[in-house]
């Protein structure tokens, strides 16, 4: 990292990817969360500690070197030794370049769609083949300079359009480092927002891909992942993979193993509650179990989507509410939850309490 700042959710970045991140989106690219401030600062005690790290094992942060924008000649040129059977050192050198200039210079991934033929192609061109496995700061390279051009919204589309790019992504997303595997994640999600985008997405493999990135359990690839699922998740015929591939029980699984504090995978699961397959996975997982618990320990948005959850699950199988009765009996859940929760929690506890007094 050269330049640590820190944005106001309290996440560190590198200056010129966040700078850029806040140009296209007002999102927090970890979290998902919305900034009202916009703006961001030095983190002096992390640029001190990477300081005092490159000092001792002698390495250069290179803060001195300098980026000259490229023309449309120079970078035709670092395309063409990137895709040409050329050494991988000087293709590594090619792509690490053209990573910078797209980094430095937003005009560079302009110019990427209106003026260099199959730019796209040619820059992955490298990755398709066995040499993905072999060479990691090629990889790296490739993969961020993908993930700051689709930053830009009017990128998205073209990108998902091409096959080798979600193929790529995918192949990363099982082969790469645990830094490529995020990036990937992350890019995914960046382009899965574009509605168009979702059945490229969601008929490929990057699907169960996603949900094997999860199932490995890093948080920040598993926030970025299941962004990523739950968006293609609005297309009906996207949504039988990754749960055949065990995204619904995995998020699950995590929140019984307490890796769910913040309520994020409650969040995503709360999202596609209402999207055929999910609540019938949930049941036959007894989450409703789950869900009581979380209602009676938690408040605020947290104890907001476990309701509405539990309201969905019981809006489908009216078999449920004897659960629920016994819940009410025993602990007053919902009555408490009606008194003291969120708007949306109170309206939809006082529709549970109507049901209830159906039963008697």
């Known amino acids: 990292m050269i330049d640590p700042v820190v944005t106001a959710s309290g996440q560190n970045y590198e200056k010129d990817y966040i700078t850029d991140w806040l140009m296209n989106a007002n999102t927090c690219p970890h979290t998902g969360a919305v900034l009202s401030d916009l703006s961001v600062r030095p983190n002096l005690l992390v640029n001190d500690l990477i300081e005092e790290w490159c000092q001792a094992e002698k390495y250069d942060r290179r803060f001195n070197q300098k980026v000259t924008e490229l023309d449309i ?6 395309l063409h030794r990137i895709s040409s059977a050329s050494s991988v050192s000087d293709q590594t050198e090619a792509a690490n370049e053209l990573r910078r200039q797209i980094t430095n210079f937003a005009r560079v991934g302009d110019l990427f769609f209106s003026q260099l033929p199959d730019s796209i192609t040619r820059m992955l061109t490298p990755l398709s083949g066995e040499v993905f496995l072999s060479n990691t700061d090629l990889q790296e390279n490739i993969i961020t300079s993908l993930f700051n051009i689709s930053v830009n919204e009017k990128n998205r589309t073209v990108i998902a359009q091409n096959s080798l790019a979600i193929e790529v992504l995918t192949k990363s997303l099982w082969l790469g480092t645990d830094h490529k595997q995020r990036k990937s994640a992350s890019t995914l999600w960046v382009l899965s927002v574009i509605d168009s985008n979702k059945d490229n997405i969601g008929n490929s493999k990057a699907p169960v891909a996603l949900v094997h990135l999860i199932k490995k359990g890093d948080s ?25 591939a065990g995204f619904i029980s995995e998020l699950i699984k995590q929140m019984r193993e307490r890796k769910d504090a913040d309520g994020f995978l409650l969040a995503r699961l709360a999202s596609i509650s209402t999207e055929t397959g999910v609540i019938e996975e949930m049941e036959n997982l007894e989450f409703i179990r789950d869900l009581m618990i979380i209602l009676r320990q938690s408040s605020g948005v947290i104890a907001q989507n476990a309701i509405v ?8 199988n009216k078999g449920r509410l004897g659960q629920l009765k016994i819940e009410e009996n025993q602990h007053e859940t919902f009555t408490k939850l009606a008194a003291q929760g969120t708007q949306i929690a109170v309206q939809t506890a006082e529709a549970i309490l109507q049901w209830l007094k159906t039963l008697g």
């Open 73 to 78: 000649d120079g970078l035709e040129s670092l």
């Open 220 to 244: 920040v690839a598993t926030r970025a992942a299941a962004f990523a699922v739950c968006n293609i998740f609005t297309v009906l015929e996207n949504r039988q993979r990754p749960i055949a």
């Open 309 to 316: 959850i539990l309201f969905e699950m019981c809006k489908t």
